[in-house]
């Protein structure tokens, strides 16, 4: 408890102390890059201040001048955390509009990123069509396919992956990334009672899935084909600490 404490507190004082930077960033377009500069800086210092190190296995290092959709495993709220520090690209993060309720980090979130309210079918055809738009411009997107935390028996995934990454990437023709958290789970478990745990943050960046050439037709083929590359690493992760 005193650790979840610990994580608590410097979670939210950093966050205070760098959003007057933020705030200000979020003010004009051409200064929003800066702004997610700064959700980098506070997700390093977060995790130096809290003592948890990273162990990434990048198989593929993104290049922050190309565009791409990054698609990631999502069982804990650690997971936006988490993707800040170990993706340097700027991109869009494609998350649920409750996240504006937030104090100071709703606001931050609203100004930045996209939001999608699942339970409204305009919405969803909303940050569709932003998340496009976002590609034409440059600037990567961030999409948890599963559609929120809903796998029942981590680290296995909720299936199928919902289409709207593939959709976009096919659109405007960019890979897919796919990203395999392996441990964020552990760390912080998605549960009532809230707890932090100590260990290493533990993740693979996979090499690109290519868009080019597909179409729509091929949206089913995409799901599965990044499914199968993120799951693959979650279940090895599995079998290596059975057998430890």
């Known amino acids: ?19 007057p930077f933020m705030f200000l ?15 980098y800086i506070w997700g390093r210092l977060f995790f130096w201040l809290i003592g948890m190190p990273f162990q ?6 993104p290049d922050p001048k190309q565009t791409y959709v990054f698609c990631a495993n999502h069982f804990s709220y650690l997971d936006i955390a988490v993707m800040g520090v170990i993706i340097r690209n ?26 999608v309210d699942r339970s409204q079918a305009n919405s969803r055809a ?8 976002t590609l034409k411009s440059g600037r990567s997107v961030m999409i948890f396919p599963e559609g929120g935390i809903k796998a029942k028996h981590p680290p296995k995934m909720f299936h199928p992956f919902k289409d709207g990454a593939f959709i976009m990437a096919v659109q405007q023709q960019v890979p897919i990334v796919p990203i395999s958290l392996l441990n964020n789970h552990e760390i ?6 809230m707890r932090m745990h100590w260990r290493p943050v533990r993740a693979v960046v996979h090499p690109p899935i290519e868009t080019k050439g597909l179409t729509q037709a091929d949206i089913e083929r ?14 090895n992760q599995t079998a290596r600490l059975a057998v430890n």
């Open 188 to 193: 912080f478990p998605d549960k009532k009672k």
């Open 25 to 39: 960033f979020l003010q004009r377009e051409e200064w929003k890059p800066y702004a997610h500069k700064m959700n």
């Open 1 to 19: 408890m005193l650790y979840t404490i610990w994580c608590g507190f410097w979670f939210l004082a950093l966050f205070i102390v760098l959003f």
């Open 126 to 133: 909303y940050s569709l069509s932003k998340g496009i738009r």
């Open 56 to 61: 990434v296995e990048y198989r593929f290092r």
């Open 222 to 235: 995409l799901k599965e084909e990044t499914y199968r590359v993120i799951d693959e690493s979650l279940m």
């Open 90 to 115: 700027y991109y869009a993060f494609v998350g649920k509009s409750g996240i504006k309720r937030a104090p100071l980090f709703g606001y931050m979130f609203a100004k930045l990123h996209i939001q």
